[in-house]
């Protein structure tokens, strides 16, 4: 998917390249044939134009379907929209985790605002523009959807009469022993606060102190170094404290310490240390301390893939989680997030203990950084997949408004989701705002706050030794 993501982006800079001298000279003959001063008038309205409709970074064409298999446990069920409401040609039986098949078409002005669809008491949004296969999550709204009564009209777009219902049925695996891997502090409640706050047994293993890009702490009066560790020791705070929020005790948490965008540099060179790039320090002890359980990498704080593979085969050993909650290898392409997957995966072929699923999340993709599309609170669609994704298990739990109040103002606890807007990012979204309708929660003017504060939570189950 990285080779694609970059044949993509390299794409999208030329075409952006080329219409940006296209209307340079565009320009120059406007301010030549008719008035010099519609130039400055024309270039900021050109960049108004473009904050509202051309800023999003999309790296397929909308036009693309979504391609997913399915596990062979999900019941795929025929039907149709019939007088604007989901009629199946079977029975729905106890499944969990609904989601519909569907070929959506935006029309002109879906080409101008975000289409979306509504379904029952939810709406989810997709790209400006799309034309192709997309998947509706209808989890939580089972009893309507089997009497025939749920509604379903897209906005700003054309549904096709003719969809398929993929039906899974979980455990609730809130029930079972829980083990979250969070490469940094506000991953697990990203993707899982909702999942742990009602957990039985969890346990948080946060696996890097998260200090890099520091500099808003630079205003202290702090050198680059000095700002890095104080957003180090913050963030592996927030890592220990946080989940208390959640019910989950301060005992059920560890942070390991280990350095943010090395991880992948560590698992190259297993033997290797690798320290701090911003905070120079190398000593993960440093802010292991309030830790309840001792682990291998204390007794040399060295940060290298040896210390973390033995750390966390002794968590696995202690701890004996059943289900682990960890980012998706082949979905999430951030570098630390696709190393501490396989970290982990490394440790439990070294482990006494072996869990029996994984639950996969996704907290960035590789092609869209607005997924989930559309405002907090409403639900999560599958995202984007362009190229087809291992046929795992779905699994997507619905979150009340309580739940996700809760959820809310344990983002609003993590320090890197409180710095303010930039001004040009705050100009794009009033712009974005007043133009387009887009709408961001009163929580959290972090981009998370939108994307993460929703009805439901989304995970893809992947069983291990089967």
Not at 336 to 360: C, F, G, M, R, Y
């Amino acid at each position: 998917m990285s080779a694609r993501k970059q044949i993509l982006l390299k794409r999208h800079r030329r075409q952006k390249r080329i219409a940006l001298l296209l209307a340079l000279i565009a320009l120059a003959l406007v301010g030549v044939l008719v008035a010099w001063w519609w130039v400055p008038i024309l270039l900021v309205l050109g960049w108004i134009v473009h904050e509202a409709w051309f800023a999003d970074h999309l790296f397929y064409a909308p036009s693309d379907d979504y391609s997913y298999a399915f596990a062979p446990s999900a019941r795929a069920i025929n039907g149709r929209i019939d007088a604007g409401c989901v009629r199946l040609d079977g029975e729905v039986e106890a499944a969990d985790t609904l989601i519909l098949q569907v070929h959506i078409n935006a029309n002109w002005l879906g080409r101008w605002f975000d289409p979306y669809v509504l379904m029952g008491n939810d709406r989810q949004d997709f790209e400006r523009g799309l034309k192709g296969r997309r998947y509706l999550n209808l989890s939580g709204q089972g009893e309507l959807l089997a009497q025939g009564k749920l509604s379903l009209r897209g906005r700003f777009c054309r549904l096709d009469p003719f969809v398929t219902l993929h039906a899974q049925r979980n455990s609730d695996y809130a029930e079972q022993r829980l083990m979250i891997v969070a490469p940094h502090a506000d991953d697990a409640e990203l993707a899982a606060f909702g999942l742990y706050s009602r957990a039985r047994e969890v346990s948080i293993l946060t696996l890097t102190q998260g200090e890099i890009e520091a500099e808003a702490y630079q205003i202290l009066g702090l050198e680059k170094a000095a700002a890095a560790q104080l957003k180090g020791r913050l963030r592996a705070w927030d890592s220990l404290a946080v989940p208390l929020w959640g019910g989950v005790p301060q005992s059920q948490c560890l942070q390991l310490g280990y350095y943010c965008l090395q991880l992948p540099a560590m698992q190259a060179q297993p033997e290797q240390a690798f320290g701090s790039r911003e905070s120079g320090e190398a000593d993960i002890r440093y802010v292991r301390a309030n830790n309840a359980l001792s682990l291998p990498g204390d007794a040399d704080g060295v940060p290298s893939w040896r210390n973390l593979l033995a750390d966390l085969v002794a968590a696995l050993e202690h701890y004996q989680p059943e289900i682990v909650v960890t980012p998706h290898p082949q979905l999430d392409p951030h570098s630390d997030h696709v190393a501490s997957t396989q970290a982990l995966l490394e440790a439990i072929e070294l482990s006494s203990w072996k869990p029996k699923n994984l639950l996969l999340y996704a907290n960035h993709l590789h092609d869209n950084d607005r997924w989930p599309m559309g405002p907090a609170g409403f639900g999560i669609a599958l995202p984007p997949a362009i190229e087809a994704l291992p046929a795992d298990g779905l699994w997507s739990p619905c979150l009340d408004a309580a739940q996700q109040l809760d959820k809310a103002m344990a983002l609003a606890m993590q320090h890197d989701l409180q710095a303010p807007l930039p001004l040009k990012r705050r100009i794009r979204r009033w712009i974005q705002h007043v133009l387009v309708g887009r709408r961001w929660p009163a929580t959290g003017e972090d981009e998370f706050f939108r994307k993460a504060v929703r009805r439901h939570e989304l995970f893809w189950v992947r069983t291990l030794g089967g």
